[in-house]
């Protein structure tokens, strides 16, 4: 019994950036990181790192009626809460955007630092929108911290992430 406790402190006490550097080593995932002045948005941080937001990922923490779900997408495209209501079976006006509160209590984090990463990173259940699959070779993604991000192929990213992938967004206008 104690050795579960102090596994599980151990692992609470791990920050969200080291737990994403974590999964990529152990995946024998190539990515490059990139620590950079403070960005709050998906396109400050693709401006930090040099990168178009095309190759940048936004992620998304959104409650379902009365659950939290992580939703990752292009940095140049937009939700689409039609699609999403019909992908989760939630009425539209059950879906809405995670408070700055309930993304501190539901991830330890504040608004500009979410990973593309559910399960093992962030205990949430992730989609990953089809933009990302189908888009550009690279991704790249804020890491847990304002100042710091990753690019990586997307083939890996697909592959270590393990979210599931479905159409919920539009191009912005």
Do not use: C, W
């Not at 941080?45 to 959104?62: F, H």
């Not at 993604?141 to 393990?162: E, H, P």
């Amino acid at each position: 019994m104690a050795r579960y406790v102090a596994l599980k402190y151990i692992t609470y006490m791990t920050t969200v950036h080291e737990r994403i550097i974590t999964l990529l080593v152990q995946h024998a995932t190539p990515h490059a990181l990139f620590n950079h002045d403070p960005s709050r948005t998906s396109v400050e941080s693709a401006v930090r790192r040099g990168d178009s937001t095309e190759n940048g990922a936004k992620a998304l923490v959104i409650k379902l009626q009365d659950r939290f779900v992580l939703f990752v997408m292009r940095a140049n495209r937009r939700l689409d809460f039609d699609k999403l209501s019909a992908l989760t079976g939630t009425k539209p006006k059950k879906i809405r955007f995670a408070s700055a509160d309930e993304l501190m209590t539901q991830t330890g984090l504040v608004s500009g630092t979410v990973p593309p990463f559910g399960r093992p990173v962030l205990d949430l259940d992730l989609f990953i929108d089809q933009s990302i699959a189908t888009g550009h070779e690279q991704i790249g993604f804020n890491a847990g911290l304002l100042t710091a991000s990753i690019r990586m192929q997307k083939d890996d990213y697909l592959r270590v992430a393990n979210g599931q992938l479905a159409d919920f967004t539009s191009p912005t206008s």
